[in-house]
């Protein structure tokens, strides 16, 4: 199931197939391939960037992101909130929500609020259902999704731990979880990762950033 899967570091994945599709792209290099849709969950920097996203952007393509970053942007955007459903390219795409229930920059403040309207996605290509889950902490939202993958954070800090992503996907139940956001100089290492290989329900696979 990851045969179509390319981590780039951070939460920026390629995936390949019936589109290339493209999640939070984040210091791309110079030759990537272009993308036809590009989902964006939030506006912090090391998520939307429009130099990386200037990289890859073709005259038809679609990205679908938050209202806080599609001002940043420019071209076909699609701002969606948590909730929406929509269909881009013949891939249909769920918008789920993605918050800290237990990461502060301050007492009361998280870093990612539930009601910033910051979101993960549930989109299906290849056959397949892939779950990016933003950045987030184990959340009610998540239960039961059932994809096939499901990428998610495990840094700490910011977002889930990886003991919390181990709770996070026995609750999500995908068949397949892929680590994401460490070793970018943003928080969390490969340690934090292959804790989460070792202890987690479901098969884990550790991608090496390409």
């Known amino acids: 199931m990851a045969e179509n899967i390319t981590w780039r570091g951070h939460d920026t994945f390629i995936v390949t197939g019936q589109a ?10 110079k030759d990537e391939p272009k993308a036809d849709i590009i989902l964006i969950s939030h506006e912090h920097s090391d998520h939307c960037s ?7 952007q073709k005259p038809d393509t679609v990205i679908v992101t938050t209202a806080a970053c599609a001002a940043k ?6 701002v969606v909130k948590p909730g929406d459903k929509l269909e881009v390219k013949g891939v249909p795409i769920e918008v789920l929500p993605a918050y ?28 397949l259902r892939y779950y990016h889950a933003g950045d987030t902490d184990q959340i009610p939202d998540m239960a039961n999704l059932a994809p096939d993958v499901a990428f998610i954070p495990v840094s700490g800090k910011f977002v889930m731990t990886s003991g ?4 996070a996907v026995r609750a999500i139940k995908p068949k397949l979880a892929i680590p994401m956001h460490y070793g970018a ?3 969390g290492t490969v340690e934090d990762a292959e804790n989460f290989k070792a202890k987690a329900s479901v098969p884990v696979e550790v991608l090496e950033p390409e």
Do not use: C, Q, W
Request: aromatic residues 10%; charged residues 20%.
């Open 185 to 187: 100089g943003v928080a």
């Open 20 to 29: 290339v599709i493209y999640t939070d792209p984040y210091r791309l290099k």
């Open 164 to 167: 919390e992503a181990i709770g």
């Open 100 to 127: 800290n229930v237990n990461k502060f920059r301050s007492p009361g403040v998280p870093f990612h609020p539930r009601e910033a309207g910051m979101v993960g996605f549930v989109f299906t290509t290849n056959g």
């Open 73 to 78: 942007l420019s071209g076909d955007v699609r």
């Open 50 to 56: 429009p130099e990386d996203v200037a990289k890859i």
